[in-house]
């Protein structure tokens, strides 16, 4: 079976056996996020996430996905407080959904809910939404999350299509972003790719007029948009540690175009 982890630790499938007398208390505590420094996002989400987060494209050459930028270094997310708290309007649905998530059979055509044991608002002391009721059947709390993961699940697979179309147009390429910290520490974010802009408008009209009627000439900018919010990054970085270690983004600033090879 396989799931998408992460932020997920003992991924267990839904039972009436197993989970009977299980309650879920979701809070506001968002302290599971604390160390990872990226989430996937889906392509309904781009509206919302470009205005607060940077979109970037990662993965391997046989699967893209995209994803919201959380941190600059390794197990290092910005957004969430030293209390649990985010710290911005939109929550990706990657970390909405949690603690459940589906998980698939080899050919990825059977699905099953599953929640994370781990989770601390799992208990069995009737805190929170009870998964089953007394006799046993699924509760109106557990039905809302199985809607929830369906269509989470549904926009993944038109996200796919998405990123497979720039992969065929071959609209990304690798990319990366360079933070000079005042102590002379350098420190590199790399390992995802961005849309490159020449390209786009190397298509012939026959594509872009393709990409339109999609909506995915508009998820593309929207990507591109949210580049801008690189800098965010430096300077929530810089927010959060020492003065004299202040760091701030070279030869960046404000341009839309910050992010290097």
Partial sequence: MSTQLLIYERVVPISRQRHQDW?????????????????????????????????VFAGTEKA??????????ERENLYVSKTGEWDTKYLPAF????????????????FTVCVDEEYMGCNQQG?????????GERTQYLGSVL?????YQAQFQRTQIFCNKLKELELLEPMQAQFEPKTGEKVSLSGFMAVNRDRIKKLSGDKLAELAKSDELELVYLHLQSMRNISLLAERMASQIPEKDKTVLKNMGNDPDMVTH
């Avoid at 893209?64 to 270094?73: A, C, D, K, T, W």
């Avoid at 809607?147 to 269509?151: I, S, T, V």
């Fill in 147 to 151: 809607e929830f993961l369906k269509a």
């Fill in 23 to 55: 309650s879920v208390k979701v809070g506001k505590n968002y302290a599971f996020t604390r160390h990872v420094n990226s989430v996937p996002l889906v392509a309904a989400e781009f509206q919302a996430a470009a205005a607060e987060y940077a979109i």
């Fill in 127 to 135: 805190l929170g939404e009870r998964l089953f009721d007394a006799e």
């Fill in 64 to 73: 893209v996905m995209p994803s919201v930028i959380l941190g600059i270094r």
């Fill in 95 to 110: 970390i909405r959904r949690y603690p459940f998530v589906f998980s698939s059979d080899d050919e990825g055509k059977t």
